[in-house]
T-cell receptor, first 115, second 111 residues
């Protein structure tokens, strides 16, 4: 069974650019959540996707957007990058239906640096 | 006030010690409580999760939830150097899809 994978591992962008991060969910998991983890902080919920629809969103501006594909993989897109967007971006997948996902399995993350 | 409060440490203990990690929370609607371990520059790894109040044991790890006090704990017995990591608590509502995390406690177990 393959776990959650994310790409790329590291990324360096400049302020104002756009970035796309990718996530492949664990086999059999149909729900994907994205988190932002700043240095020394816990993960902050960005949004969740279930069956290709956004299903809940945290306190992040609209320049953070996402997609989920029929194979349950997902993308996180961030437009107009700001310095404060520098963080580890984590993808987590869950089995079962939305709202009953009590276990999340995280990928290794993508470390984004905005200069 | 943050939804979930966790002492960031750092916490340093000798090998073999019992470690106690704690979180407090403000939202009484939280029903599911999780503990994750995160090694440096890695994603969090689920250790345990519990529903509502009570204890749950898994090997050297014991999770406790006291909903009346809005307080959860993770105990690690016979701590090992390989337990050195950041420990994150997380919680969610019964039907909610958002997990709320603490800031994490950094633990070092000294051989």
């Amino acid at each position: 069974e393959t776990g959650v994978t994310q790409s790329p591992t590291h990324l360096i962008k400049t302020r104002g650019q756009q970035v796309t991060l990718r996530c492949s969910s664990q086999s059999g998991h149909n729900t994907v959540s994205w988190y932002q983890q700043a240095l020394g902080q816990g993960p902050q919920f960005i949004f969740q996707y279930y069956r290709e629809e956004e299903n809940g969103r945290g306190n992040f501006p609209p320049r953070f957007s996402g997609l989920q594909f029929p194979n349950y993989s997902s993308e996180l897109n961030v437009n107009a990058l700001e310095l404060d967007d520098s963080a580890l971006y984590l993808c987590a997948s869950s089995p079962g239906t939305s709202g009953t996902n009590n276990e999340q399995f995280f990928g290794p993350g993508t470390r984004l640096t905005v200069l | 006030q943050k939804e979930v409060e966790q002492d960031p440490g750092p916490l340093s203990v000798p090998e073999g010690a019992i470690v106690s990690l704690n979180c407090t929370y403000s939202n009484s609607a939280f029903q599911y409580f999780m503990w994750y371990r995160q090694y440096s520059r890695k994603g969090p790894e689920l250790l345990m999760y519990t529903y509502s109040s009570g204890n749950k044991e898994d090997g050297r790890f014991t999770a406790q939830v006291d909903k009346s006090s809005k307080y959860i704990s993770l105990f690690i017995r016979d701590s090992q150097p390989s337990d050195s990591a950041t420990y994150l608590c997380a919680m969610k509502w019964h039907t909610g899809n958002q997990f709320y995390f603490g800031t994490g406690t950094s633990l070092t177990v000294i051989p």
